[in-house]
């Protein structure tokens, strides 16, 4: 656990720096290496949530080592992410999981947690228009 905690110490101490894309990916790669697997989702997760308007990429390494997990493991606690702190990450990955979402009842469980984030104080302006951007976009789609 001790490889897994450093990894996540470096890579938040590199967000909002210049050379925080090589961090990141050479952390993730870092993360594989050990063999670390589905346990670093959720402290992967909660860089995002300490950083709700930083710019982790395009997706983004973290992002992309998170979704190489089926969406049964990873898909519950991008949930539970993003109700505890919406961040502008999240609410992409979220967006995401939304375009590939077939089920109509999981589905609206994800909308509704996206249209509840527009409405708490904790959640920055930057975030909100993104989430509303999403929103559009998604609805646009049904």
């Known amino acids: 656990m001790d490889t897994l905690n450093d990894i996540i110490a470096r890579i938040e101490a590199a967000v909002d720096t210049d050379h925080f894309d090589f961090v ?5 790669d870092e993360l594989k290496a050990a063999g670390i697997g589905s346990e670093a989702i959720a402290p992967l997760l909660g860089i995002y949530e300490r950083h709700p308007v930083s710019d982790f990429g395009m997706p983004g390494s973290m992002l992309h080592f998170v979704e190489a997990f089926d969406r049964q493991t990873y898909v519950p606690l991008l949930l539970a992410s993003f109700a505890r702190r919406p961040a502008a990450h999240t609410a992409w990955a979220l967006n995401r999981v939304l375009n590939a979402e077939t089920d109509k009842a999981s589905r609206q469980a994800m909308l509704d947690l996206m249209k509840a984030a527009l409405d708490r104080k904790d959640v920055e302006p ?13 609805s646009q789609n049904e």
């Open 24 to 28: 990141q990916a050479e952390c993730v």
């Open 126 to 138: 930057e975030v909100k228009a993104e989430i509303q951007n999403f929103l559009r976009y998604q």
